[in-house]
């Protein structure tokens, strides 16, 4: 983990790192290269689909000045810090301006990448998720919005009492299921780890997949799904095939396909019946004073319907209406509909719109 004050001269480094990477991606030499190696009669399937991602990664990083990539790296890295102190303050007005800066960077990356007749929304999509048009995304994803508000209210309507799981629950007790939870679902902890942060995430690769989770000790069901989540994440990695490894293609087609990944470990997996019935035992033993009765119990309250202000910790039908808030004000912040000074308010006025939720002042 980071010390505390090292996050300016990580930046420096990952900075220094992206000027290295972006001098290779855009080497005049890789268009002969690829032409070369197109003359060869007999090329297999992954090596043209190596020569395909390569043509990609070449075009692309060539459109985009060094300098910019560089700024990106090193602002991108510094407000990672600057955002957890803010968070830590509960002052959001203090990531203001690191965050306006990002914006302005990544307007102008779009700038560089969109094709004619292409928003720069859709451009800075073919990144994680390559020939998705916006529209397209965006019909998709508005479809969802009533629906979702509609089952809600349903499931509200009728669902019984659900027993809530009360209590303090030993933060490295959960450290320590959530590990246990993780070489269960085959993780591979000589190639990979688990730490605590302050939000879950993945990173890494095939033989160094690291994942993180945040312990709330009044809620031990938010570590462990938050760690089967990223667990879902780290095995996309672990299981990229070893030959492949390293090559253009050894690596993630799309975060679609990764996300679909962690949230069917998750969701379909981590709340179902039978992992339910897993998991209890586990629970009783770290928790000998959990007051649930049994792994039914413990299932209605890993199934709990309730609106609610974090995405991480939101049940099913809750989950995708946070994913497409955010979305909609991502597009309109990179499309300059939406300005980062409005960015608060504009949220809180959509979150009570979809959630009937008011955010509160602190």
């Known amino acids: 983990m980071m010390p505390k004050n090292g996050s300016y001269a990580r930046a420096e480094q990952l900075a220094t790192i992206e000027e290295f990477i972006h001098n290779l991606k855009t080497d005049k030499r890789i268009p002969n290269w690829i032409e070369s190696v197109h003359s060869y009669k007999k090329l297999s399937k992954i090596q043209m689909a190596n020569l395909h991602e390569i043509s990609k990664i070449y075009r692309n990083a060539s459109k985009v000045p060094k300098k910019l990539s560089i700024e990106l790296a090193k602002t991108t890295a510094l407000a990672q810090d600057t955002w957890a102190h803010a968070r830590d303050k509960i002052k959001p007005e203090d990531l203001i301006p690191s965050l306006k800066k990002i914006i302005h960077l990544k307007r102008s990356e779009a700038d560089c990448l969109r094709e004619t007749n292409q928003d720069r929304y859709e451009a800075l999509l073919q990144k994680f998720e390559p020939y998705q048009s916006n529209s397209n995304l965006k019909s998709v994803l508005k479809s969802l919005r009533e629906p979702l508000k509609e089952l809600r209210e349903k499931i509200l309507s009728k669902k019984d009492s659900t027993k809530e799981i009360k209590g303090r629950f030993n933060r490295n007790a959960q450290i320590k299921i959530s590990k246990e939870i993780a070489r269960d679902l085959c993780f591979n902890f000589d ?126 039908v809750n989950y995708n209406l946070h994913i497409l808030i955010r979305y909609e004000l991502e597009e309109e912040l990179i499309s300059e509909k939406l300005e980062v000074e409005q960015l608060e308010e504009e949220w809180n006025l959509r979150f009570y719109k979809d959630f009937d939720l008011k955010i509160k002042k602190s």
């Open 191 to 316: 190639s990979g780890r688990l730490d605590e942060s302050l939000h879950p995430f993945s990173s890494g690769h095939r033989t160094d997949a690291r994942i993180t989770t945040r312990v709330d000790q009044s809620n031990p069901l938010s570590c462990i799904s938050s760690v089967m989540h990223e667990v879902g994440h780290a095995l996309y990695e672990q299981g990229i095939p070893e030959n492949l490894y390293g090559q253009p293609v050894g690596t993630w087609c799309s975060m679609g396909f990764h996300e679909s990944q962690s949230r069917l470990i998750e969701t379909q997996i981590g709340r179902s019946h039978a992992f339910c019935e897993y998991l209890f035992p586990i629970m009783k033993r770290y928790f000998p004073n959990l007051d649930l009765k049994n792994s039914e119990e413990l299932y209605r309250a890993a199934n709990n319907v309730c609106p609610n202000y974090i995405r991480v910790d939101s049940d099913e």
